[in-house]
């Protein structure tokens, strides 16, 4: 092969790594703000959720129905913000994603009275937040190792980068 002939090879190869170089750190861009925004979502649905079981809680415990009456709307308004907020959450992972599934059950359960132990309500509740919020953690970190080393997940699979 003639210099020139191995000049463009060279700069085709250039060319090319420098591509899939972008294309990589594109990506990284997207995965991080998906993971800022998930993380912000989740935030808003637990300290909704928050919102709606101290409310829950007080309109349980209210005798007069009048005050009860008045308790309902703002109770039906911060559950339907907080179930706005979820479908968001699970608009983001895929229907057959195992751990993004088990997270969304979790944050369900946070409004889900059913769930609540009834001699201990609000501590249950608390318990609930806090397993809901370390599953989340460990999801986003998961996500964040992978855009952080995007061959990672190629590892588990007996591939090395």
Do not use: C
Request: charged share 30%.
């Amino acid at each position: 092969m003639t210099p020139t002939i191995w000049a463009a090879v060279g700069a085709v190869g250039a060319a090319l790594a420098a591509a899939l170089i972008a294309r990589s750190v594109k990506i990284s861009e997207f995965r991080q703000a998906w993971i800022n925004e998930l993380r912000a979502d989740i935030s808003e649905f637990i300290s909704k959720s928050h919102e709606w079981i101290d409310l829950y809680l007080n309109f349980n415990a209210e005798n007069n129905n009048e005050k009860k009456a008045a308790l309902a709307p703002a109770l039906d308004r911060i559950k339907y913000d907080a179930l706005h907020v979820l479908r968001r959450i699970e608009l983001r992972f895929k229907p057959d994603d195992l751990e993004g599934n088990v997270l969304l059950l979790t944050l369900r359960d946070l409004l889900n009275p059913a769930k609540l132990t009834p001699d201990s309500q609000y501590p249950s509740w608390r318990r609930l937040a806090d397993d809901t919020t370390v599953k989340a953690r460990h999801l986003l970190k998961e996500e964040w190792e992978v855009t952080k080393n995007p061959f990672r997940s190629a590892r588990k699979f007996g591939f090395r980068g």
